[in-house]
């Protein structure tokens, strides 16, 4: 997709997901055979639920169908959200992911190599993370600037109890 078509599809659809509540993460037009597909990718701090990701999509459609940004021919639009599995590239990202275990691709200038923690609290700086002990040993607690980090991707938990079970267990 040219750089020229992105901006105008940004600026077309960027305030119709804002207004949903709602922020747009990720904006993609890829050929398949004849067709064309954008993908949208959208979420908010308290996710997006079925429900909202189809009124987004209803209103995006409408106001492509609108207008000329994506040219003659036909495409396919897909909205939907970041997945399980999200990469983490803004500080509301990281926001988001406060609580959950997070593998972090870590800067040369950082020592390099990968950490797997779980995200504590986030600031304008960086985060502070736990990272599980190994072969019993306690887990420890460590800080990481935004500018030691090279990636970071959300990691899928299947054993991880809620806090209501947690508490549970407690009392």
């Keep these: 997709m040219s750089t020229t078509q992105s901006e105008r599809l940004r600026v077309l659809l960027e305030p119709l997901v804002s207004s949903q509540g709602l922020d747009l993460e990720e904006l993609e037009v890829e050929a398949v055979g004849r067709k064309r597909v954008l993908r949208v990718v959208v979420d908010s701090d308290e996710g997006a639920d ?11 459609s409408a106001a492509l169908d609108e207008t000329d940004a994506m040219g003659e ?10 997945g399980a599995e999200r990469p983490l590239k803004e500080h509301r990202h990281y926001v988001r992911a406060v609580g959950r275990l997070v593998r972090f691709q870590l800067a040369q200038a950082a020592g390099g190599g990968e950490l797997v923690a779980r995200v504590l609290e986030v600031d304008d700086e960086g985060v502070d993370l736990e990272v599980p002990g190994v072969k019993g040993r306690r887990a420890t607690s460590r800080r990481l600037a935004f500018a030691d980090i090279d990636k970071a991707r959300v990691q899928v938990e299947f054993n991880r109890k809620n806090k209501h079970e947690e508490s549970a267990e407690e009392a």
Aim: hydrophobic share 40%; aromatic share 4%; no cysteine.
């Design 73 to 82: 021919g036909e495409y396919t639009l897909e909205v939907g959200t970041p």
């Design 50 to 60: 079925l429900d909202r990701v189809a009124e987004v999509s209803r209103a995006l």
